[in-house]
């Protein structure tokens, strides 16, 4: 069985579908059935939906119920859709969201069943084996990453999030660093986010204090790019992921790579970093492109290469 959410009068329902149903709906909202890419062996997927189409991506967290918490399992078809998305040189742009009420609580706990008495679970395996593979690709990935947070995002869940390009919030949904309720440190890349999102007093305030962040607050302080009225959420972040879909993509993958680095690097070796990656972007058809259509005073059609 897959639950579909769809949006009616500014709110979303869940509707629960057999396989043939849902099938059918996935087909009809983004063009592709679920875990299925033309010419690849599929994975089936029960934790996420994953669509590709028009260039662009859609990833949907799916476990409503949990409000979107991480497993091991959902971590391998999260894992399986972005090497789609690597693998695909058509897949231009990527969106993530959750279905249901919330974007994602962070860990499920349940998935990590401790009784009296038996050892203490290595979390430093867990985040060596699942959570710091999956940051490090999606800050890697040479194209657009938009994330639409529905709901709550909590724990790894809102810095999973983070990792995303650009972040945009529903009114009602939050951010809450909730690690420090359970004694625990934030990971998947929280520590290294935070302070050069929003500074280092707020950083230590959201670790420490664990408190929940509204999205209006989150884009006043530089932490996401921006919050929309919650019937807007969907239809502004597809508007956005297709929008970058058509753009240059391999100078946008530039973009980030050179961002990414110019919070390590000196200006010295920032400024060497531009010019290197000038010299390539110059040479992309893209970049012929562009120039064209501004002389010939047209659209420019982009192709990503």
């Known amino acids: 069985m897959d639950l579909a959410v769809a949006s009616i009068d500014g709110k979303q329902s869940a ?35 994953f669509a590709m189409s028009d260039g662009a991506a859609t990833l949907t967290l799916n476990r409503p119920d949990k409000l979107n918490s991480f497993t091991a399992a959902m971590h391998g078809e999260i894992a399986d859709a972005i090497g789609k998305v690597e693998a695909g040189p058509a897949c231009r742009a990527l969106l993530i969201t959750g279905a249901g009420r919330g974007f994602c609580a962070g860990q499920d706990l349940n998935d990590r069943v401790m009784t009296p008495g038996s050892a203490p679970p290595d979390l430093g395996d867990t985040l060596g084996r699942l959570y710091n593979p999956l940051i490090r ?14 709901g709550v995002a909590a724990g790894a869940g809102a810095n999973f999030a983070l990792a995303a390009d650009i972040v945009l919030a529903a009114r009602s949904a939050s ?66 992921t ?29 400024l060497d970093l531009e010019r290197d990656l000038q010299r390539e972007a110059g040479r992309s058809d893209d970049y012929r492109e562009g120039v064209r ?13």
């Open 293 to 305: 259509a501004f002389i010939e005073k047209r659209p420019a059609e982009f192709t990503g290469h």
């Open 175 to 240: 951010f809450i660093q909730a690690f420090c309720k359970l004694g625990l440190v934030p990971d998947a890349g929280g520590t290294y986010a935070l302070p050069r999102l929003v500074g280092m007093a707020r950083a230590v305030g959201l670790a420490m204090l664990g408190g929940k962040l509204s999205a209006e607050q989150a884009a006043d302080w530089g932490l996401i790019w921006q919050c929309v009225d919650d019937d807007k959420l969907m239809a502004e972040a597809t508007r956005l």
């Open 242 to 270: 297709r929008h970058l879909a058509t753009q240059p993509t391999r100078g946008l993958g530039m973009i980030k790579r050179a961002l990414n680095a110019s919070w390590n690097n000196d200006l010295d070796r920032q």
């Open 15 to 49: 509707t629960v579908m057999g396989d043939g149903e849902s099938q059918k709906w996935m087909k009809l909202r983004y063009g592709i059935a679920p875990g299925r890419q033309e010419g690849s062996e599929a994975m089936t997927y029960q934790s996420i939906i």
């Open 137 to 150: 690709r999606l800050r890697a990935l040479p194209i657009p990453i938009v994330a639409a947070v529905n």
